[in-house]
């Protein structure tokens, strides 16, 4: 068992996987939540503690990140339906890809999480 444990640390990385920028990690992430809200509204059942939108009784409210994200203003957006909620995150992902300051921010917040992450391990060591 220890050379199992040696060799998992021996391949452990706290770097860029797979070569990807923060950016692009949120982005593939902002195209998984409107491929979710798509395989919703066709009937198949999702874990719904990873979306980024909620139904409630007028319809769905809406975040942009887990954190979510302020664009043109706001934080939560609202939805009537599933639709909807597709548009608002299809137009999410094209204000984010036109304006750097909003960019800035998703890399910086990623930057602040993993070095979170990164002192919560080593409390535990």
Known sequence: MANA???????????????QSPLVI????????????????????INTRSLWF????????????????EIAGSKLFRAADLDKVVDILTAAKAA???????????ALHSMERSERLKKGRAKRK
Do not use: C, H
């Not at 444990?5 to 070569?19: E, F, M, P, S, Y």
């Not at 949120?26 to 798509?38: D, H, N, V, W, Y």
């Open 54 to 69: 909620r139904k409630d009784a007028q319809g769905y409210v809406v975040r942009i990140g887990r954190n979510a994200f």
């Open 96 to 106: 984010i890809e036109q304006d750097k300051k909003l960019q800035d921010a998703i």
């Open 26 to 45: 949120f982005m593939g992430k902002l195209a998984a939540q409107i491929e979710f809200a798509k395989q919703i509204k066709d009937g198949k059942e």
């Open 5 to 19: 444990i040696d060799l998992l640390k021996a391949a452990a990385t706290t770097g860029v996987v797979g070569g």
